[in-house]
DNA sequence: TAGTGCTTGTGAACACAATCACAAAGTCAT
DNA sequence: ATGACTTTGTGATTGTGTTCACAAGCACTA
């Protein structure tokens, strides 16, 4: 919207937008604070600085990949995660083949250089190795201080409580169709 | 726990397992049966079979993949579809270069082919195309009489309210790791 | 057969989230 | 300045899902 030169729109168009009731837009915005004006609506610059706030996404991040198989190539040519401020500034494989081959400007690295993560500021990772790898992985990123894993392998990982893991498993999501058809 | 042999489990071991309490497991089965034993716990054999049921996963289904790019190719490559009893059974692409390059025992086909899902007896399908093809091959997808769709591109699709679909944004995952990271 | 030890299944109590209805607060035309 | 019209923010209400506590049922032993 703010892309489409609008500057402030109702709980109702945003309720239409994502298929939910107008109370509910409202009611969810007031309990982080009073965003919009009465007889008017929100203001969209404000609005989306304020929810980037409240979901910690007001700032750029850096985010490891591991794994550079079919699945970790694929992300790594992807080039949405700007949209929420993310930069995959770093790739680790423990393919000899793969170590080196640079894609998006980012080399592959070895995997034994996973250490070297908390010094260059990278506190996420993507998990795109085998399942049998995926725990040993997940241990050495934790070590290397990273704070946040996007899992892709479908094995639950055991990590420290602090440490925020959302596993994607593609097959289970593909799985919740059926329900769905007669 | 089948294929370790085990013949029977109690909700507190499937409870641990999952991380969450007993009596949620229980009363969430109570809600479909009784599929337990008092005193015994639940016969592992016949508790899946029943879940499997419930969750109209106890037939084997074919599956059609639309776009065999980065993403695509990574989805052709995956065995893990398997599992849920998932079988893709053919692919689409509107890129010559692609058509007739064969994976897994599958020869992409000329999206034109796309109309042809129908008497195939395929009834979902997985569109990984540019976000901007994503709503035109929804539209075909849903004319070729599939009834469920799992939508990598990250765009709200429009389709009929019979039609089910799925849409996972990886970058969207992504970005609610930041929150839970201090 | 009676007793002991487990484990399920579920009504009742509770907690949380969605919905409603309306006062408060703004805009705009006159 | 006033009145008609919008749209927000929120206490009250309703609805839904989670948690609790325990009776009912089964296995095993003697
Ligand atoms: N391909 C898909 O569409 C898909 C879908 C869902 C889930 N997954 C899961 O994602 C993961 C990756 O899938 P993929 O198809 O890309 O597999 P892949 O075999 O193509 O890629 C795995 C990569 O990890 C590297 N690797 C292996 N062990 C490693 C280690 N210890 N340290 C560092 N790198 C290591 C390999 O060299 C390879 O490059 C798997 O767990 C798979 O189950 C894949
Ligand atoms: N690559 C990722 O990791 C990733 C992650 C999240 C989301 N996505 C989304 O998944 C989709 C695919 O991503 P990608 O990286 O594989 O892109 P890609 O460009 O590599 O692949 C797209 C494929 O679709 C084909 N195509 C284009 N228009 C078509 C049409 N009208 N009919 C049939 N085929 C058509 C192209 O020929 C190409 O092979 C995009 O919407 C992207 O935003 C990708």
Redesign the pocket.
């Known amino acids: 919207m703010s892309r489409q030169g609008l500057s402030s ?4 168009k945003l309720a239409d937008f994502v298929s ?5 837009i ?5 309990y982080f604070g ?9 203001d969209i610059e404000n609005l989306a600085k304020q929810i980037k706030k409240i979901l910690k996404l007001d700032t750029t991040r850096k985010t490891a990949l591991v794994g550079v198989g079919n699945l970790g190539s694929a992300i790594m040519a992807y080039t949405g995660f700007g949209t929420y401020g993310f930069q995959i500034t770093a790739a680790f494989d423990n393919d000899p083949a793969k170590i080196g081959r640079k894609m998006n400007d980012v080399a592959v690295e070895n995997i034994s250089m996973l250490d070297t993560l908390g010094k260059r500021q990278v506190d996420m990772a993507i998990i795109a190795v085998p399942e049998q790898a995926a725990q040993d992985v997940a241990d050495a990123l934790v070590r290397a201080g990273v704070k946040g894993i996007l899992n892709f392998s479908p094995r639950r990982i055991v990590v420290p409580k602090k440490i925020k893991v959302i596993t994607i498993d593609i097959a289970t999501d593909l799985a919740r169709l059926p329900y769905y058809i007669p």
């Open positions: 729109v109702s709980s109702s939910v009731n107008p109370w509910q409202r009611k969810d915005f007031s009073d965003f919009g004006t009465r007889g008017v609506g929100y």
